[in-house]
């Protein structure tokens, strides 16, 4: 069966210092994936998606990168965060059909 | 563009009560729509789907019917739990490719005993 791993589950940054979250998928091959942020109050917002290795596309521009090195991981980045990057982050997959399955979610508090 | 609208909450019941939560959406074509459930500190879990108007998903006793001529996707529980507090989340698929969700803000409901 496929199962979804992020972390670090919970993570605190002052601001101005690096990110990088990781997300990997297993028992599926070539899956689209996704990272979405959940802001305290509001919505999901797409971030990022890919369809395949090293292939990303941005939704919404921001301090925020993405990369997959390889076909089941999936990495959220930044050189330099600020308060505003605050919130639940969530890794999504789907192997092309409708529904998409979601990870744990880490949550990031930049003071 | 795509959009889904959904009740404001929280939403607060008791034990037993009738749940509806409104979704309401604006899309071109014929979207897939969605609920989904996040239980506290966790990611989201798909809790019903319809691909086509007209179609009723259900699932653990909840229960949306897609209604087109409404843009309507509202979920319903004919008695609800306390283990349903949880945020939902209505969410639509565009079925044009590349498969992107659009999701609603959230609705948060509490259920006390």
């Known amino acids: 069966s496929q199962t979804i791993h992020q972390w670090p589950a919970t993570l605190v940054q002052p601001v101005g210092s690096p990110l990088s979250l990781e997300c990997t998928v297993e028992?599926?091959?070539?899956?689209?994936l996704y990272w979405y942020r959940q802001a305290a109050g509001r919505g999901l917002q797409l971030l990022f998606y890919?369809?395949?290795?090293?292939?990303i596309s941005s939704e919404v521009p921001q301090n925020l990168s993405a990369s997959r090195p390889q076909d089941r991981q999936f990495i959220l980045s930044s050189k330099k965060l600020l308060l505003s990057d605050s919130g639940f982050y969530l890794c999504?997959?789907?192997?092309?059909?409708?529904?998409?399955?979601f990870g744990p979610g880490t949550r990031l508090t930049v003071l | 563009g795509n959009s889904v609208t959904q009740m404001e909450g929280p939403v607060t019941l008791s034990e037993e009560a009738f749940l509806t939560i409104n979704c309401t959406y604006t899309?071109?074509?014929?979207?897939?729509l969605f609920w989904y459930v996040q239980y506290p500190g966790e990611g989201l879990q798909l809790l019903l789907k319809?691909?086509?108007?007209?179609d009723k998903g259900s699932n653990k006793g909840f229960e949306a019917t897609y209604r087109k001529e409404t843009t309507s996707f509202h979920l319903e529980k004919g008695s609800v739990q306390v283990s349903d507090s949880a945020v939902y989340f209505c969410?639509?698929?565009?079925?044009?490719?590349?498969?992107?969700?659009?999701f609603g803000t959230g609705t948060r409901l509490l259920v006390s005993p």
């Open positions: 999504a997959w789907t192997s092309g059909g409708d529904e998409q399955f």
């Open positions: 028992g599926t091959s070539n899956p689209n």
């Open positions: 890919s369809v395949g290795i090293g292939q």
């Open positions: 899309a071109t074509g014929y979207p897939s």
């Open positions: 319809a691909t086509k108007a007209d």
């Open positions: 969410a639509l698929s565009a079925n044009t490719g590349f498969q992107k969700l659009v």
